[in-house]
């Protein structure tokens, strides 16, 4: 099916894009041991490539949205994968290096925006959250296999050999040059209902969203440690952490689905609701308990990532490139910031102490989504004929 197959194609363009920001992390321990940088000077390089990218990413949105200016997927893909890549070739130019980052996050800030008004394009009201979920969990397999990837470069090759990751983004880029997509800015979005739309909806789902980042940030941080100090390996500890990821992955795939069946709401507060017990078992529990509570977890909690954004495009359908910066830039940024406040937390009153706080930000959470009004039978924004926009 011609939809299918360019929910597809997105798919995969979001898994190669996101399989470069993990390399910085990666590259950290080298940097520091190797090439004589000091933690500041390695860890600003990933700040330097998360700040550029939350904060540009609902500008991007905006400038495509209403200026009809536009960055496409596949050059989005070059700039992210080439200001990465070029890494391996530059490890003793400090100054370099900060540049190549800072243009691999301009890159990312302009991905997400144009892709998902693709997608957008192409799920309609019947299917926007089962595709929507396609496409988000596609950047979550690049978030998984970058790390790998980049340890059997760096181990294997060295930092010199990253060079090599440049490949996959010329290849990607090149593909959808030759296989455009629709212009999302000539084609017009019609409002829900045709009635105004209303920002204060939005705004909830938001700082729902934003607390929900915090934790799941909070969880893929503290849990390894939490685990050590539980007496497991840390191998042990790393791959239960590794299957919770795996877990919210299917969850997300479920929670698009299921979204489209009985409604984006009712997932979104319900299942993060259901994975305040879930964490709650992971502090109480040990052994088999304990892993069967972390798979419930992540999959509850992961399972409505997809579909808020999913709903944010319903509700402000004109809009579709700046919601997507919004709460892929803004959201997850601001719930990343949230962790260094656990992480005090955890300095001045213990690690668990600071995980206990993780059901109550959960709670004011599905509070916030609860809050937020949305006729779900709202029909959702037109899509032109696939026959109009395909070559």
């Known amino acids: 099916m011609n939809v299918l197959r360019k929910i597809g194609e997105l798919t995969i363009a979001h898994l190669i894009h996101d399989i470069y920001a993990p390399v910085l992390m990666a590259l950290q321990p080298v940097l520091i041991t190797m090439y004589g940088y000091g933690y500041f000077e390695a860890a600003l390089l990933p700040v330097v490539h998360s700040i550029t990218s939350s904060l540009l990413q609902p500008v991007f949105g905006y400038l495509a949205d209403n200026k009809g200016m536009k960055v496409g997927v596949g050059i989005s893909i070059l700039l992210s994968g080439v200001g990465i890549s070029v890494l391996g070739l530059i490890p003793n130019h400090y100054l370099m290096m900060l540049l190549c980052v800072t243009l691999s996050g301009i890159g990312h800030a302009s991905f997400h925006p144009g892709a998902l008004c693709q997608v957008s394009i192409f799920a309609t009201g019947s299917s926007r959250g089962k595709l929507t979920s396609f496409f988000v969990v596609g950047g979550n397999m690049g978030m998984a296999l970058g790390p790998i990837i980049a340890g059997i470069i760096l181990t294997t090759g060295g930092v010199p050999q990253v060079i090599w990751l440049i490949i996959p983004a010329i290849a990607t880029a090149l593909y959808l040059h030759l296989h455009p997509f629709a212009d999302c800015c000539n084609i017009k979005q019609e409002k829900v209902s045709g009635e105004k739309e209303n920002w204060g909806p939005v705004i909830l789902l938001f700082s729902g969203s934003t607390l929900r980042s915090w934790v799941t940030f909070g969880a893929m941080t503290f849990l390894p440690t939490y685990l050590v100090l539980e007496g497991y390996s840390l191998l042990e500890a790393t ?153």
Do not use: C
């Open 239 to 391: 791959t239960l952490v590794s299957v919770m990821l795996v877990s919210g992955v299917a969850g997300q795939v479920a929670g698009g689905i299921l979204s489209d069946r009985i409604g984006r709401k009712k997932v979104i507060v319900l299942t993060t609701f259901a994975s305040i017990p879930a964490f709650i078992a992971i502090l109480l529990t040990h052994e088999i308990l304990l892993i069967i509570s972390m798979i419930v977890f992540g999959f509850l909690l992961w399972s409505s990532f997809s579909v808020t954004i999913a709903m944010s495009h319903e509700m402000i359908p004109s809009q579709i490139g700046l919601v997507s910066g919004l709460f892929l830039g803004i959201a997850m940024g601001a719930g990343a910031l949230g962790v260094s406040i656990s992480g005090a937390v955890a300095d001045m009153a213990g690690l668990y102490t600071s995980l206990g706080t993780f059901p109550i930000i959960i709670a004011v959470s599905v509070i916030l989504f609860m809050l937020v009004k949305t006729p779900e039978s709202s029909p959702s924004p037109a899509s032109p004929t696939t026959d109009t926009k395909q070559n």
